[in-house]
C-alpha cells in the first residue's frame, strides 16, 4: 500500500513515558492544550456506581445535538449538528466528503497537522498559503487570507481555517472570514475549526456558526477536548447547513460517540460556572505567563487559546529537553515549520510557575 507520504501525527509525550526515561517522581504536562481542570459536575457522574456499560449508547444523540444546538445559539436546530469522537473525526468527515485524487486543499502554512493527514488520506493535492509574516501585528504568523486567496485554483475544493488557530494561537475577525467566504466561489467548502473557540475574551467575536445558514459551503467544528476538559471521552461536533450535516453522517459509524462522553458532554455544556472559572484562570495565567516572557525578553504568538507559542531560537530543542528532564513537558514544534518555537499549555498557577522556574534557571544556568 502507497504511504502517500504522511507525516504521522505527533501527540504530546506520554508521562509514564517521561517518568521513565528520566526517572522522575513527578511530571506537568503542558503539550496537548487539555484544560487542566475537571467539572466537578462531571467528576459526580463518572463516579457513580452503575453505568449502562454493557449496553450500545444512543446512535442519535438527538437530545444532546439539541443541547448543543442550544447553547451555540444562532436559531440553529439539532439537525444543524452532528457528534463526532472528538472533532477530529468531523474534520475527517468533511474531507472524505469534500476530497479525491483530482481535487486540490488550501492549508494555512503553520496549520493544525491533522489537516494535512486527512487531506493526503484522500490523495487531494495540499497546497500550503503564506502565514501572516507582518512581524509587528498580532497576527504574526497566523492565517493570510489574501495568500488563501491567490492559491485558488479551480480545483480547489476544501480550505482549512482554524480560528483561533493552533499552533500560533493567533485569531482573525469573524468579518473578515465573513467577506472572505463571499469572495469565493461557492463550490469550495470552507472549514471554520473553532476548537478553541470558548478561550476568547468576553466573546470578543461571534462564532462562525452565526454563518452557516447564510453559506452552504461552511461547516464549523467544536471541541470538548479544550475548555470543557473532556479529552479523554473523544467527543467534538460539527455544525454545518441540514443538507450537509445529513451528508457528513453517512461517514458516521452507528456507535461513533461513546455513552459517557455523550452524558459528560451534556453535563460539561451546561456546567457554565465551570467554563467561565476555566476562562478566569487561563486569562490569570495567560498574562502571568507573558509578563515573565517580556522580562526574559522572550518573544511569543498569539495569546486567544489556552497555550503560548514562543520563541527559543536555535536553543529550542536544548531548552525542550532541559525542560523535560526537569519534569515539564511542552511541545516542540519543528513538524509545524516553527523550528524556533516551543508550545507551552497554560495549566494551573503552580504549574506555570514551576515550568517559569524551570525556563528562568535555563537561561541563568546553561549559557
Ligand atoms: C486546531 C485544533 N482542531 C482540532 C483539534 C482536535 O480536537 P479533538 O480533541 O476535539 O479531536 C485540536 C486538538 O488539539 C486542535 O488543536
Same mark, same amino acid.
Given at each position: 500500500?502507497?504511504?502517500?507520504n ?14 521513565k526515561?528520566y ?23 463518572i ?10 449508547? &444512543?446512535?442519535k444523540? $438527538? +437530545? %444532546?445535538? =439539541?443541547?448543543?444546538? !442550544?447553547? *451555540? ?17 468531523i ?13 486540490e ?11 494535512e493527514?486527512?487531506?493526503?488520506l ?8 503564506k ?7 498580532p &497576527?504574526?504568523?497566523? $492565517? +493570510? %487570507?489574501? =495568500?488563501?486567496?491567490? !492559491?485558488? *485554483? ?9 480560528n ?8 482573525i ?13 461557492p ?10 473557540y470558548e478561550?476568547l ?8 456558526a452565526?454563518l452557516?445558514?447564510?453559506y ?12 470543557y ?11 454545518s ?10 461517514y ?9 462522553a455523550?452524558e459528560?458532554?451534556a ?10 472559572e ?14 515573565a ?11 486567544f ?11 529550542s ?14 511541545r ?10 516551543l ?25
Amino acid at each position: 500500500m502507497a504511504t502517500k507520504n504522511i507525516t504521522k501525527y505527533s501527540p504530546g509525550f506520554n508521562i509514564t513515558d517521561v517518568q521513565k526515561k528520566y526517572n522522575l517522581k513527578k511530571i506537568i504536562k503542558l503539550s496537548s492544550n487539555e484544560n487542566p481542570f475537571i467539572s466537578s459536575k462531571v467528576e459526580n457522574y463518572i463516579n457513580k456506581i452503575k453505568h449502562k456499560i454493557n449496553l450500545y449508547p &444512543n446512535s442519535k444523540p $438527538i +437530545d %444532546l445535538q =439539541s443541547l448543543i444546538a !442550544k447553547e *451555540t445559539g444562532y436559531r440553529l436546530s439539532q439537525k444543524n449538528i452532528i457528534l463526532g469522537n472528538g472533532s477530529n473525526e468531523i474534520l475527517e468527515f468533511i474531507a472524505r466528503l469534500s476530497l479525491d485524487r483530482s481535487s486540490e486543499v488550501i492549508i494555512p502554512k503553520h496549520s493544525f497537522l491533522v489537516y494535512e493527514i486527512i487531506s493526503k488520506l484522500q490523495d487531494a493535492k495540499v497546497v500550503v498559503s503564506k502565514p501572516d509574516l507582518k512581524i509587528s501585528s498580532p &497576527n504574526y504568523l497566523g $492565517i +493570510d %487570507l489574501i =495568500s488563501i486567496r491567490e !492559491k485558488i *485554483t479551480p480545483k480547489t475544493k476544501l480550505i482549512f481555517l482554524a480560528n483561533p488557530a493552533n499552533p500560533t494561537g493567533t485569531f482573525i475577525k469573524l468579518s473578515d472570514i465573513d467577506a472572505f467566504i463571499r469572495s469565493i466561489p461557492p463550490s469550495i467548502n470552507i472549514v471554520v475549526d473553532e476548537a478553541y473557540y470558548e478561550y476568547l475574551d468576553t466573546k470578543i467575536d461571534k462564532s462562525a456558526a452565526s454563518l452557516v445558514k447564510k453559506y452552504k459551503n461552511l461547516f464549523v467544528t467544536r471541541s470538548f477536548s479544550k475548555i470543557y476538559g473532556l479529552a479523554s471521552m473523544r467527543i467534538g461536533y460539527g455544525i454545518s447547513s441540514v443538507k450537509n450535516i445529513e451528508k457528513l453522517k453517512l461517514y458516521k459509524q452507528p456507535f461513533n460517540t461513546n455513552l459517557f462522553a455523550q452524558e459528560a458532554a451534556a453535563i460539561a455544556i451546561r456546567d457554565h460556572k465551570f467554563v467561565i472559572e476555566s476562562k478566569r484562570n487561563n486569562n490569570i495565567v495567560s498574562e502571568m505567563v507573558t509578563k515573565a516572557f517580556h522580562d526574559l525578553s522572550i518573544r511569543y504568538l498569539g495569546t486567544f487559546c489556552n497555550f503560548i507559542t514562543f520563541e527559543a531560537g536555535s536553543r529550542s530543542s536544548e531548552l525542550f529537553k532541559y525542560l523535560l528532564k526537569n519534569g515539564v513537558v511542552v511541545r516542540p514544534l519543528a513538524n509545524y515549520k516553527l523550528e524556533k518555537y516551543l508550545r507551552v499549555t497554560l495549566g494551573t498557577k503552580r504549574e506555570m510557575n514551576i515550568f517559569l522556574k524551570t525556563l528562568k534557571s535555563f537561561y541563568n544556568n546553561v549559557k
